[in-house]
């Protein structure tokens, strides 16, 4: 079984900074894409940052300039570091991974619990 868990989210002030990871664990034999989504109270599901199958990344425009993501395949992990954060930025994160868990399967949208932001004064 594939699993996603993330950490790092909590509260902090407008203009601070947050580090989200999130570990990929189990049975995985490739990876299409991985990355980032957010969900605000009330909006949909978004995109912040993902890498795609060839290892471009791709950026929400409300997010260009001050997220950027990373990440280290030796420990199958991938990060969010999120900078001049704003009250806009408050959401549920969460992790992405398009897996094919064996080579039986196809491509499978995976996704972690999500971990709470809160940017306020």
């Known amino acids: 079984q594939v699993q996603l868990v993330e950490s790092g989210g909590g509260s902090v002030q407008p203009g601070g900074s947050l580090t989200l990871s999130c570990e990929f664990s189990g049975r995985i034999f490739r990876i299409n894409t991985m990355g980032w989504y957010r969900q605000a109270p009330g909006s949909e599901r978004e995109l912040v940052a993902t890498f795609t199958s060839d290892s471009r990344i791709n950026y929400g425009d409300s997010v260009k300039g001050r997220f950027t993501i990373s990440r280290d395949n030796a420990k199958n992990t991938i990060y969010l570091q999120m900078n001049s954060l704003k009250p806009e930025d408050t959401a549920v994160y969460y992790c992405?991974?398009?897996?094919?868990?064996?080579?039986?399967?196809?491509?499978?949208?995976?996704w972690g619990k999500g971990t709470l932001v809160t940017v306020s004064s």
């Open positions: 992405n991974g398009n897996i094919r868990p064996t080579m039986s399967f196809n491509y499978i949208d995976f």
